[in-house]
């Protein structure tokens, strides 16, 4: 961290120096731009202010204090502050930025607030001495919107971890939003506001006097007008919403009204529940929601909702997706142990001892799987529909990863296949025969359980050996001997690289044919 010439620590007097006008912080949200170890968003958190940790952002571009603010558990927005277009919006930015281009970062924290406070330290020559158009902008800014005060060399005092002789400038900014998301200031007015009370022994002279009956027909023909806007822009809501993600926008949007106490907090409940709905959307409508198995999407979702650093945006879905297709054969291998493991660490009737694996806690997976829970009943109760099994919501992401595996084991497209969920689907409460599916035999059961059967035994084999594998259960016995005609290697089925057409006729809605082509680069 020291070896980074541009990182000073902010002193707590500082920060407290820093944060003193502003009050009742604990509801706000906060941004740190260049949050270093994070010692103003710790001040923040702190009892003094308790602003909750969800509500405190961060970027930072030195990569050993990223893990430290993200191991804090902030909202981590990335690593370069100048290139942010994020859509959250702040309450209060708090910073401290290289004193080699502050004046750069302040500018860039002026562009991105919409309405509320920038308090920020700088080196005071930047003010005392504007000979740029960058400095001279900067200086303009402070003199139409703000203040600032030389505090003198701060960093050169006791107890302060990395220490510099020069003066520091302590600038304040107060932005108001020229197009807010709520504004009333149309309805202020100079006058007194309008009493429509009145006594109705003497309403003829009130009215004369005052006319609060046509006061009260404006407010009706103002709310009917307001009315008709609320439904023009839920149409519009609608349209564009709904046709993107599978949930209702409506019930999104109100979650959002509900919880946020404040019109930031609202604006960034609604950009975090949609940003994860438009994620999964897209990702399934690009077709790799086959390498997105239950622990991906866990890990994904938490990074997402905990760090808040990936923004929807064209390049991120590329970095994503990349991602995933490079890293597809580590990802199945794990799921192969995950659906293993799901299918026997809670159900030892699903279990086979073996012999000739290195540990005596070795075994394998059934040829009949028996998963409890899995059926769901919510809709038992809807006596007038047709009644069909569906699969518990709780275990579906589960659920199909055992196709996954079992597609990713016989090189078959899981995109392609009949999916055992769909099936299940169209099966009525009461069938107790046997159902055949792509890999298994499926039998559904009103308690809630499902058996599942293999098809094939050279799949059943091929599925408990690769989960061996995972394990590190297989190759350390000597008494073991493997099959001539199947070695552990030949366990997995090759995956083609993707062909370059292929990427362009999935991708090609998405990507530039620049972006394209590089994708292609990067995958194959």
């Excluded at 109760?381 to 069909?388: D, G, I, K, L």
Aim: glycine share 4%; with cysteine.
């Amino acid at each position: 961290m020291l070896n980074n010439p541009e990182f000073y620590p902010t002193p707590e007097a500082v920060i407290r120096r820093m944060l003193e006008p502003y009050k009742g912080l604990d509801d706000k949200h906060v941004l740190d731009p260049e949050a270093g170890s994070g010692a103003i968003l710790d001040y923040l958190n702190s009892t003094r202010h308790r602003v909750p940790r969800n509500k405190l952002y961060c970027l930072e571009s030195d990569p050993e204090l990223q893990f430290t603010l993200q191991g804090k558990g902030y909202r981590f927005l990335g690593p370069d502050f100048l290139d942010y277009q994020g859509d959250y919006r702040f309450d209060l930015v708090v910073m401290n930025p290289p004193f080699s281009n502050g004046d750069a970062h302040l500018l860039k924290a002026w562009e991105i607030m919409r309405n509320g406070d920038i308090v920020c330290l700088l080196n005071w020559e930047t003010i005392n001495n504007p000979y740029t158009k960058r400095r001279q902008e900067l200086v303009a800014l402070i003199e139409q919107h703000g203040t600032v005060e030389n505090i003198g060399p701060v960093f050169d005092e006791l107890n302060v971890l990395r220490k510099t002789d020069i003066d520091i400038a302590l600038v304040r900014l107060q932005k108001t939003e020229s197009d807010p998301l709520l504004d009333f200031s149309h309805l202020r007015s100079k006058d007194k506001p309008v009493d429509l009370s009145f006594d109705l022994n003497s309403a003829e002279t009130t009215l004369i006097k005052e006319d609060k009956i046509g006061a009260m027909l404006d407010l009706f023909e103002k709310t009917k007008e307001m009315f008709v806007g609320l439904l023009k822009a839920r149409n519009q809501l609608s349209y564009y919403g709904n046709h993107l993600i599978d949930q209702n926008i409506f019930e999104i949007a109100d979650n959002a009204l509900k919880n946020g106490r404040s019109t930031n907090d609202v604006y960034n409940l609604f950009i975090q529940e949609y940003g994860g709905a438009a994620w999964a959307s897209i990702l399934r409508k690009l077709s790799v929601e086959k390498y997105l198995t239950y622990k991906v999407k866990q890990d994904f979702e938490k990074f997402r909702q905990t760090q808040g650093s990936m923004s929807l945006t064209r390049e991120n879905i590329i970095a994503l997706v990349q991602m995933l297709i490079t890293n597809r054969h580590e990802i199945m291998k794990k799921a192969v142990v995950e659906v293993f493991d799901q299918c026997t660490k809670y159900y030892h009737e699903n279990r086979m001892m073996v012999a000739g694996w290195k540990t005596n806690d070795a075994w394998k997976v059934n040829k009949r799987i028996v998963l409890p829970r899995y059926i769901s009943s919510e809709n038992r109760e809807y006596r007038s529909q047709p009644q069909m099994f569906r699969i518990n919501w709780n275990y579906s992401d589960q659920f199909r990863d055992i196709e996954k595996v079992m597609c990713y084991l016989t090189g078959r497209d899981w995109d392609k296949i009949t999916r055992m969920e769909d099936i299940i689907n169209t099966i009525p409460f009461g069938k107790t025969a046997e159902t055949e599916t792509e890999f298994f035999w499926i039998r559904c059961y009103l308690k809630g359980t499902i058996h599942l059967r293999f098809k094939d035994d050279k799949l059943w084999e091929r599925f408990n050996r690769t989960a061996a594998e995972g394990k590190n259960w297989l190759g350390y016995d000597p008494s073991y001997k493997p099959d001539s005609k199947q070695t552990p290697s030949s366990n997995l089925v090759p995956i083609k690289p993707v062909p370059q057409e292929e990427l362009a006729e999935q991708y090609g809605s998405v990507l530039t044919p620049e972006q394209n082509g590089q994708l292609a680069l990067v995958l194959v």
